[in-house]
């Protein structure tokens, strides 16, 4: 089945659970293959670690005896939002860093993709939008050490959309609503003449993982008062509470599929008998009610920053577990109707998805300049270095510029507009001069636009090639996703 050249895996990488898309090409057909855990859904972004031995669990087996196993194992979750900082865990004698645990969720997905017999060397890698260069780097890094290499990232509503584009393309403004176990993003995007372009954004980090536990609160209570049981649900032995959450889970998932009541069943839960409870509809709604007026109101927020109002939204595409919650499903129809929500037939797996359709068609479409990227010169007219329309990432463009005056220092202006009013961004760079002959001496400007989509520029005198004078990064480009359509400028 498998074969390294037709082949393209995405991974969406997530804060609480991770999934994977491959498409093969099976000769007359592609293939599509969704990778998580044994039970056919996302693959829990969970590490365990033995205390005294340093046995490793991740995934579905991680997520599920976490609370049992909590006294004998070190659990760490949301890696990925920890991933960029520079701490260690100590565990059965060995550091662990960030990098070195989101590594091994990757290993797990990886060993979840091959037993169904795809080995994956390279993939395409889903992040939100904002997430930051040194995240990118390290997830690049764990990734590596997993034995992937990442081909590019794409942004999670923009790998969204590309999933669903075939059914979205009439539109101009589209929301992309992102709910998933551990946090929301929204994202407000435009499309043009086959372009994504993302104009606005918001999130929080309340989700699924938040209600679940909820649930299994007041299933914990409810249980207290029919028994005469009075102990808190933090008391409950640890094997208790996680099968507990689980419950909990699987009857918010009933009764956002209809079920007007659902049932909550523990063996011996805390050994104290069985567990047997139920949840009704009702009171799932009002539960939930304070984290779906949180969303909606996310979603306000993103629509506000992009200057739009509701009537302005095309359509508002649903992915993530925690969009298909009934109670959400209801408010958001009623408020911005029917006909403008867009629920893919699996939302968990649609950024995975998307990331893999970008592996497969990359040559085709890609990321490009949205805007032009060059210095003010002396005069005050402005000298383009990247052209709005080029495709990214790119070559190293290098250019000379010599002084005309004999001051100490030299002076640039990186900006994107000659006109101040408007330029979005201005870099000011400053330089002393350590050449002896000044009237001679030139220097050597180069920018590029790496892999991981960051605008790198630098600077060197022409009497000191072998060090730079000046470097810098901007991780904050206007830029697009080509889908299909024009043909990109020339670089």
Same mark, same amino acid.
């Given at each position: ?27 007359? &057909? ?5 990778? $998580?855990?044994? %039970? ?33 194992? #070190? ?9 960029? %900082? ?8 060995? *550091?662990?860093? /960030? ?8 290993? $797990? ?23 930051? /260069? ?12 997993? !034995?992937?290499?990442? #081909? ?12 669903? @584009? ?15 176990? !551990? ?25 699924? +993982? ?7 609160? %007041?299933?914990?209570?409810? @249980? ?17 509470? +996680? ?14 599929e209809g079920a007007d009541i659902a049932s909550v069943l523990v063996p011996n839960y805390d050994n104290n008998g069985v567990f047997r409870e139920t949840i009704e509809y009702d009171l799932f709604e009002q539960l939930v009610e304070p984290e779906i007026n949180e969303a909606l *109101? ?8 992009? &200057? ?28 911005? !109707?029917? #006909? ?33 990227? !060059? ?42 507009? #000659?006109? /101040? ?60 996703? %080509? ?9």
């Open positions: 089945m498998d074969s390294k050249r037709f082949k393209w895996i995405g991974i969406d990488f997530g804060t609480t659970n991770s999934a994977s898309i491959s498409f093969l090409n099976e000769g007359n &057909h592609i293939g599509r293959y969704e990778h $998580g855990d044994d %039970q056919g859904t996302p693959f829990p972004s969970i590490v365990g670690i033995n205390k005294e031995t340093g046995e490793i669990i991740t995934g579905r087996e991680a997520k599920n005896r976490r609370m049992e196993l909590s006294e004998s194992y #070190e659990f760490f979750t949301s890696i990925k939002t920890i991933i960029d %900082q520079d701490k260690t865990f100590n565990v059965a004698g060995k *550091n662990w860093t /960030p990098v070195a645990l989101a590594t091994e969720i990757l290993k $797990g997905l990886k060993a979840e993709i091959k037993r169904k017999n795809v080995t994956v060397e390279s993939a395409v890698m889903a992040v939100p939008v904002g997430f930051t /260069p040194k995240k990118k780097m390290r997830l690049r890094e764990a990734a590596k050490n997993a !034995g992937i290499e990442i #081909e590019t990232f794409i942004s999670e509503p923009t790998a969204a959309l590309v999933s669903n @584009y075939a059914k979205m393309r009439m539109f101009k403004n589209v929301a992309v609503f992102d709910w998933g176990g !551990g946090t929301l993003d929204v994202a407000i995007l435009r499309l043009d003449g086959g372009r994504v372009e993302e104009i606005a954004t918001d999130g929080m980090n309340l989700a699924g +993982d938040n209600i679940d536990r909820k649930i299994a609160d %007041q299933m914990h209570i409810k @249980y207290c008062r029919n028994k005469g049981v009075n102990k808190t649900f933090d008391e409950v032995d640890g094997k208790s509470k +996680d099968r507990l959450i689980v419950k909990s889970e699987n009857a918010k998932i009933e009764l956002s *109101n996310c979603i306000k927020r993103a629509i506000e920053k992009a &200057h739009l109002n509701k009537a302005n939204i095309d359509a508002i595409l649903c992915v993530g577990g925690s969009s298909r919650l009934k109670p959400f499903r209801d408010k958001i129809i009623e408020i911005y !109707g029917n #006909e403008k929500i867009v629920y893919p037939e699996k939302v968990m797996w649609n950024i995975a998805e998307g990331a893999a359709a970008i592996s497969m068609t990359n040559a085709a479409g890609g990321y490009g300049m949205n805007q032009d990227i !060059g210095l003010i010169l002396s005069n005050g007219t402005f000298y383009p270095l990247l052209r709005k329309g080029q495709r990214i990432p790119c070559r190293e463009k290098k250019i000379n510029f010599a002084s005309v005056t004999d001051e100490k220092s030299v002076r640039f202006l990186v900006t994107d507009n #000659e006109d /101040p009013q408007k330029r979005t961004f201005e870099q000011p760079v400053v330089l002393d001069r350590e050449g002896q002959h000044f009237m001679s001496e030139q220097f050597e400007v180069s920018c590029f636009v790496d892999p991981d989509l960051l605008l790198r520029f630098r600077v060197r005198s022409t009497e000191f090639m072998k060090k730079y004078l000046y470097t810098w990064t901007y991780s904050k480009l206007n830029i697009f996703y %080509q889908i299909e359509g024009e043909a990109y400028a020339r670089e």
